[in-house]
């Protein structure tokens, strides 16, 4: 049987800069379910130490309210992901709920970094397990996440990296996560193989997905068709680059009133059919099997989730 995916309301993650503190501070206050706060990407090598600081300070000082707290460490084959680890959960560490691991691409690489979760814990005494969530972002990501997917008990989520798993591929981008040239010349939707199979390997394993980042933050249609593509692949949601796209994010990956009124009434005729001792339920004139109620479920869990922040 199938586990239930990891319950944890993540329709939006936005990204903030280590080094940027006042950035720090106003995500904390958005409307993101997630804040990411990045020491890979957005921060210069001469920065990453610094960064850090900056880091435990924000985690420790600044009320995130509901939010989920999350770091975006270095990539494993760099200098910098190891201090990263050892300074923030020595420094704040029952202050996070998430680690991100870039580039994943084994599943020896989530491995290594829940060992080194553990004994920096045990060490300080953490009281609650931080989660981990890999981003497939290579080929070797793409072609290993099955495994990837099974490679830790600490594993939440898996999440599509769009633009460094283009320029693994060597499939030409003009930017991340929007649509040009290439997506009107290719027949299909180019990315559809490596988020549908994001989106198997982490329901196989119980696990949440999310949807890469939009780089165009002033494209609101381009923002929305984006993130209705990747809800309609099955993913519970989407990084953010700025706060302007919280709203259409959250919007698209929430249930409508109507799809929650609907669910509720698939449970409701299921429960009674079940009560009744009949062999079947009915909705609307249609037949409910299990897959119907399950679908109908999730939607009722996301909206508790939702109504909860």
Not at 18 to 41: F, G, N, Q, Y
Not at 167 to 178: D, F, H, L, T, V
Not at 225 to 253: E, M
Not at 279 to 291: E, F, L, N, S, Y
Request: hydrophobic share 45%; glycine share 6%; charged share 25%.
């Amino acid at each position: 049987m199938t586990p239930d995916p990891i319950t944890r309301l993540t329709r939006s993650t936005l990204f903030v800069p280590a080094s940027r503190p006042a950035m720090i501070a106003k995500a904390a206050a958005s409307a993101a379910d997630v804040v990411c706060i990045d020491l890979e990407d957005s921060v210069t090598p001469d920065e990453k130490a610094a960064s850090r600081t900056h880091v435990v300070r924000a985690l420790r000082d600044l009320d995130f309210g509901p939010r989920a707290r999350m770091v975006r460490i270095n990539a494993l084959d760099g200098p910098f992901a190891y201090r990263d680890l050892v300074e923030i959960v020595e420094g704040a560490g029952d202050h996070l709920d998430l680690v991100m691991v870039p580039k994943a691409g084994s599943a020896r690489d989530v491995a290594f970094v829940d060992m080194l979760l553990s004994q920096i814990e045990s060490n300080v005494r953490v009281g609650t397990p931080i989660g981990i969530e890999a981003q497939i972002e290579t080929a070797r990501g793409y072609l290993d996440a099955r495994v990837i997917a099974e490679s830790s008990p600490r594993l939440e989520a898996l999440v599509f990296g769009a633009g460094d798993y283009a320029a693994s591929m060597r499939m030409p981008s003009s930017a991340i996560g929007e649509f040009d040239v290439h997506d009107e010349v290719y027949p299909g939707h180019r990315w559809h193989a490596v988020m549908h199979t994001i989106v198997a390997a982490a329901r196989a394993n119980g696990l949440r997905c999310m949807d890469g980042p939009y780089a165009g933050y002033t494209d609101a249609v381009g923002l929305e068709r984006a993130c209705r593509i990747a809800q309609s692949l099955g993913f519970d949601g989407k990084q953010c680059i700025h706060p302007a796209q919280l709203a259409t994010v959250n919007a698209v990956f929430s249930p409508s009133e109507d799809e929650v009124r609907k669910a509720a009434a698939i449970v409701h005729a299921y429960e009674e059919a079940v009560a009744a001792g009949k062999g079947a339920a009915t909705h609307d004139g249609r037949m409910i099997d299990a897959a119907n109620v399950r679908m109908a479920r999730t939607t009722l869990e996301r909206q508790r989730l939702i109504a909860m922040t």
